[in-house]
């Protein structure tokens, strides 16, 4: 019996979201947890994790998007699904989905620990990527991933991300 490409899982935080965990692919490493919580560490310091933010891709109004957090064999990517998408909420919350992904998709035997998506915030605008590293750098028409039977995203934002 073959594994499924993608995997639901339901979470709750602040907003319910689905989670779609990777299936093997070539240009995907195995996610580290270890360089995860290190990463998730450095995203929740300071004392306004839980305070809403605007996040946005327009320079200047808030927390620009694309960005990425990485270390050695963990990525965490952020990025609005439109243009002119906006969503306002707190940092923590995307730690939180970050670190439900990790759970379901990495820890989980059962799947490839390469990492997932999920489409998150209270306006659900937001695309969440935490996966291992990506070598070599593939074509974004080589990771379009399904998010349901209707709706495709690519992930062409790899090549052009904030880093911190």
Same mark, same amino acid.
């Given at each position: ?24 692919? /070539? ?7 270890? !360089? ?16 809403? $933010? ?25 990025? $609005?699904?439109? !243009? ?15 670190? @439900? ?11 490839s620990?390469?990492?997932?998506r999920?489409?998150?915030? /209270? ?11 990506? !070598? ?11 998010? @349901? ?10 090549? @052009?991300? @904030?880093?911190?």
């Amino acid at each position: 019996m073959q594994k499924s490409f993608l995997v639901s899982w339901f979470f709750a935080t602040r907003v319910l979201a689905v989670i779609n965990c990777f299936a093997d692919a /070539p240009f995907l490493r195995r996610v580290v947890v270890d !360089d995860c919580a290190d990463i998730f560490s450095i995203m929740q310091e300071g004392d306004k994790v839980w305070a809403p $933010m605007h996040f946005t891709r327009e320079e200047g109004q808030g927390f620009t998007v694309p960005h990425r957090w990485h270390k050695t064999s963990c990525t965490v990517l952020i990025d $609005m699904l439109e !243009d002119g998408d906006d969503d306002s909420f707190p940092l923590g919350s995307i730690v939180q989905a970050a670190s @439900n992904i990790v759970r379901v998709c990495v820890m989980d035997s059962s799947m490839s620990g390469r990492g997932g998506r999920a489409i998150i915030g /209270p306006e659900k605008k937001m695309l969440l990527v935490v996966s291992g590293t990506l !070598d070599p750098l593939p074509r974004p028409q080589d990771i379009l991933f399904k998010a @349901n039977a209707s709706s495709f995203r690519t992930l062409s934002f790899l090549r @052009n991300v @904030n880093t911190s």
